[in-house]
């Protein structure tokens, strides 16, 4: 039996074994909205895929040299962000190791401006970046105000930035550059996604005053935010925008993004929160965006509306079946939900896609009428994993 020299493999075979071997799905589906994808992202994968990246490079030499890029593609600033910085700087081959860089995730800790030296480490490493496509500023895992705000720090241009998740605090964002939200969204004219989180203040309003224009931004994903920034967010000029994803229930906040945004938006999500039971969101966004042609929401988060019979423009629902961790006696909500998409009018409903683990629900009766009336109205009822496995037009 003849043996191959796997030497003489070329170098794209390599690479696309090593990309299969250490790439996690989320970490660079830079501006892809897909149903869910946001509420179950960086769940241990990452941590998985850096070990094996690691392994990698300490195979041999030609496996270093054509993997060292892919290390870091994606980079947590955590200890060691002088190390880090210098390696940033460093050429391989023929690239700088900091033009590899994809992903970014920069702590505050990192840009505080306790001296007016305090974040040169932190710009260096953003200077090194070149072909940065996300940005991550965290939530602060401790007090807030353990870090000092005392300086102004510099801005700095992202030209190739698409996706930016954002953690706002007031104090970070009175030393401005690249602390304030507004201002990295000035130098961020090719962003097609923003998530935003945090409270914003009335004293930091002065920081927001001028006008932003997100010509290319396509996906707005609201996170834990106050009726104050749900306001400042309205008055942006965002003339791509055409998916939202929202986190949590915002009282009369989520109205108002309806009522600014809502004509334009073609697929609304809501996520994996209870609050979503307390009220009924799905009614008032029905009725403030008609136009939106997609809906996403987990039938044990989400409380079941009253019937819908005014237009709507609705062509296609995902339905994510995770369960709720503190309760356990809401099994009727299932059943619930089906009533209502069963004898609401939906004329342009073609496609009800299920997400997650349905196998304690597609055996009940309520479940196949439901699937029945669907399909007599040429609504197909499918499962998100095999789309050529559907439930319609089945012996049930």
Same mark, same amino acid.
């Given at each position: 039996?003849?043996?191959?020299?796997?030497?003489?493999?070329?170098?794209?075979?390599?690479?696309?074994?090593?990309?299969?071997?250490?790439?996690?799905?989320?970490?660079?589906?830079?501006?892809?909205?897909?149903?869910?994808?946001?509420?179950?992202?960086?769940?241990?994968?990452?941590?998985?895929?850096?070990?094996?990246?690691?392994?990698?490079?300490?195979?041999?030499?030609?496996?270093?040299?054509?993997?060292?890029?892919?290390?870091?593609?994606?980079?947590?600033?955590?200890?060691?962000?002088?190390?880090?910085?210098?390696?940033?700087?460093?050429?391989?081959?023929?690239?700088?190791?900091?033009?590899?860089?994809?992903?970014?995730?920069?702590?505050?800790?990192?840009? $505080?401006?306790?001296?007016?030296? /305090? #974040?040169?480490?932190?710009?260096?490493? @953003?200077?090194?970046?070149?072909? !940065?496509? &996300? +940005?991550?500023?965290?939530?602060?895992?401790?007090?807030?105000?353990?870090?000092?705000?005392?300086?102004?720090?510099?801005?700095?241009?992202?030209?190739?930035?698409?996706?930016?998740?954002?953690?706002?605090?007031?104090?970070?964002?009175?030393?401005?550059?690249?602390?304030?939200?507004?201002?990295?969204?000035?130098?961020?004219?090719?962003?097609?996604?923003?998530?935003? $989180?945090?409270?914003?203040?009335? /004293? #930091?309003?002065?920081?927001?005053?001028? @006008?932003?224009?997100?010509?290319? !931004?396509? &996906? +707005?994903?609201?996170?834990?935010?106050?009726?104050?920034?749900?306001?400042?967010?309205?008055?942006?000029?965002?003339?791509?925008?055409?998916?939202?994803?929202?986190?949590?229930?915002?009282?009369?906040?989520?109205?108002?993004?309806?009522?600014?945004?809502?004509?334009?938006?073609?697929?609304?999500?809501?996520?994996?929160?209870?609050?979503?039971?307390?009220?009924?969101?799905?009614?008032?966004?029905?009725?403030?965006?008609?136009?939106?042609?997609?809906?996403?929401?987990?039938?044990?988060?989400?409380?079941?509306?009253?019937?819908?019979?005014?237009?709507?423009?609705?062509?296609?629902?995902?339905?994510?079946?995770?369960?709720?961790?503190?309760?356990?006696?809401?099994?009727?909500?299932?059943?619930?939900?089906?009533?209502?998409?069963?004898?609401?009018?939906?004329?342009?409903?073609?496609?009800?896609?299920?997400?997650?683990?349905?196998?304690?629900?597609?055996?009940?009766?309520?479940?196949?009428?439901?699937?029945?009336?669907?399909?007599?109205?040429?609504?197909?009822?499918?499962?998100?994993?095999?789309?050529?496995?559907?439930?319609?037009?089945?012996?049930?």
């Amino acid at each position: 039996m003849s043996r191959y020299d796997h030497r003489l493999l070329p170098t794209e075979l390599w690479l696309s074994i090593i990309r299969w071997a250490t790439f996690p799905q989320s970490t660079f589906a830079v501006s892809t909205f897909a149903p869910f994808v946001a509420f179950f992202e960086r769940n241990g994968e990452d941590a998985q895929a850096l070990t094996v990246k690691y392994a990698v490079i300490q195979v041999c030499r030609l496996w270093r040299d054509l993997a060292l890029g892919i290390l870091y593609e994606d980079i947590r600033v955590r200890h060691g962000a002088d190390a880090l910085a210098e390696a940033l700087g460093k050429t391989h081959g023929d690239r700088q190791l900091g033009r590899c860089v994809r992903r970014l995730e920069l702590p505050y800790y990192h840009t $505080g401006t306790a001296t007016q030296k /305090s #974040s040169d480490i932190a710009l260096q490493i @953003l200077q090194s970046c070149t072909g !940065l496509e &996300t +940005l991550v500023r965290p939530f602060m895992q401790g007090p807030s105000d353990e870090v000092r705000f005392e300086f102004p720090i510099r801005s700095h241009p992202f030209p190739n930035l698409k996706r930016l998740e954002w953690w706002h605090y007031n104090h970070a964002t009175r030393s401005g550059g690249i602390n304030s939200l507004t201002d990295v969204l000035h130098y961020s004219p090719n962003l097609q996604y923003l998530a935003v $989180g945090g409270e914003l203040w009335i /004293s #930091s309003t002065n920081y927001t005053s001028h @006008l932003l224009r997100l010509p290319v !931004l396509t &996906t +707005l994903r609201i996170r834990r935010i106050n009726f104050l920034f749900i306001r400042e967010i309205c008055r942006w000029q965002l003339p791509s925008l055409t998916n939202v994803i929202v986190e949590a229930p915002l009282e009369i906040a989520l109205e108002t993004i309806w009522e600014v945004f809502g004509s334009r938006l073609c697929t609304v999500e809501f996520g994996r929160h209870l609050g979503f039971l307390l009220t009924d969101q799905i009614t008032l966004l029905l009725r403030g965006c008609p136009q939106v042609k997609q809906f996403h929401y987990f039938i044990y988060f989400t409380s079941a509306p009253p019937v819908f019979n005014q237009p709507c423009a609705l062509q296609c629902i995902c339905l994510h079946s995770h369960p709720s961790d503190m309760f356990s006696d809401f099994e009727q909500l299932p059943e619930q939900h089906f009533s209502f998409l069963s004898q609401s009018s939906f004329p342009a409903l073609r496609r009800i896609i299920l997400y997650g683990d349905w196998t304690n629900i597609t055996p009940e009766s309520y479940f196949k009428d439901f699937v029945k009336t669907m399909d007599s109205r040429g609504c197909l009822v499918e499962h998100s994993r095999d789309t050529s496995s559907t439930y319609s037009g089945m012996q049930l």
